[in-house]
């Protein structure tokens, strides 16, 4: 009897330990876009985040995506019954985090040319934009809003544009996790704190779970971009003399194809020429292109005619922020050409035009 006595007591002992452990309340998103007024579960009630994972969310390379969508975070005094509502009532204020592939602490889209950073940042109309990083809960809160009131609010979603990616299709599967935050305690007060995801809380507070898939598909097509010129403004110089200028540009192509350019003179047809601004008269110049990037070939521009020979776009979609540019163009007006001018001041309005081979 004592042997028996004994099993009993421990078997007792076990069940009080195991009443004794904190129980989460998760809400499983089960009445997304409603006010929570139904008849379901409080942590349904409590939460439901409309709009975000019902789709697949499609975006351009060196372009940006924003996915609108609305939470709706409060909490209700009581249940309801099979009968009767409750409403949802009072406001929850809350935190976020998500989780997905990354690289170099960054979301990351995988596709045929290897992983593409993404910057993920939250926007909430009561707080100013907020970064999101991989895996961490966000150091803000957020405000629900009371009586079941969805709160619209949206993610951008923007690739990075340092190098430039393989054309094709680039896929990724984030995870969002939203945490309620008890509604008692204070910031400052170490021993009463105000507790988001870390909470133990049950009877007024609940959570995500499981969390919503997000898809994200990046969309990269062969591209090309020309850009960093400025106006070149030419000074007569001393008699016998040719007048020389030069400037940097940059040309972008998908993963450095080649390229060709054609440069084309609003005042010429076949020739490069500056038209006089109160005559017809005009004056010819000439035009080289070459590249920064080895090797460094020269090329004479006909007007209106592609280079035969092309060279490699750059990598990046501003050489870098315009610190590495890529190509040089060199104007020259012949001193002969200068030698009887018969208008005050010439101009001409130069196009350049790039095309991929």
Known sequence: MRQNSARHLVLLLALLVLKTAPVQAQSSNQDPCGDGSGIMPLPDK??????????????????????????????????????STAYCAQSRDYTIEVT?????????????GGDIPVALTFHHPSVTSTAIVPGQVTGTRFRGAANGQQTPVS???TP???T?????????????????????????DPYNPILCKD?????????????LSVDIALLVGAGIRISGLEDMVLQMPA?????????YFCVYTTASTKFTLRADSQNGSGQFLLGGASTTDTIAYELLVQSEKPPKRKTKLVEGV???????????????????????????IPAANLANPQDYQYTDTLTLTVEMQ
Request: proline share 8%; net charge negative; aromatic share 12%.
């Open 46 to 83: 409590a939460l439901g985040v409309c709009g975000l994972d019902d789709t697949d969310h499609v975006l351009e390379f060196e372009g940006d995506l924003t996915i609108p969508f609305s939470i709706r975070s409060c909490w209700a005094d009581w249940e309801g019954n099979e009968w």
């Open 100 to 112: 997905g592939p990354t690289l170099n602490q960054e979301f990351a889209l995988s596709g045929p």
């Open 155 to 157: 993610f951008s979603i």
């Open 199 to 211: 909470s133990t809380a049950s009877d007024n507070r609940t959570e995500l779970s499981p969390p």
């Open 239 to 247: 008699p016998g003399n040719d007048i020389t200028a030069e400037q």
């Open 164 to 188: 430039a990616p393989t054309p094709g299709i680039y896929r990724g599967t984030l995870q969002f996790y939203l945490y309620q935050c008890n509604p008692w305690g204070s910031p400052d």
């Open 306 to 332: 592609f280079t035969q020979k092309g060279w490699e776009g750059h990598s990046s979609v501003d050489c870098t922020g315009y610190s590495d540019e890529n190509m040089l163009l060199n104007l020259t």
């Open 160 to 162: 990075s544009t340092a």
